[in-house]
């Protein structure tokens, strides 16, 4: 990923945010699916 990037959109209360690569990188995991619902403390991605 290059910085700037989108890396995901996480709707909460009708309202969509991207979150965005800080820095170039390499993600490892994605630890969701489209559609779930994902708890407050949930690692979303996780990153080499």
Do not use: C
């Given at each position: 990923?290059?910085?700037?990037?989108?890396?995901?959109?996480?709707?909460?209360?009708?309202?969509?945010?991207i979150?965005?690569?800080?820095?170039?990188?390499?993600?490892?995991?994605?630890?969701?699916?489209?559609?779930?619902?994902?708890?407050?403390?949930?690692?979303?991605l996780?990153?080499?």
């Amino acid at each position: 990923m290059e910085a700037g990037q989108p890396l995901a959109v996480v709707e909460a209360m009708k309202m969509e945010n991207i979150l965005r690569a800080e820095k170039a990188g390499v993600v490892k995991a994605a630890n969701f699916a489209a559609g779930d619902s994902l708890a407050v403390d949930a690692a979303i991605l996780e990153f080499e």
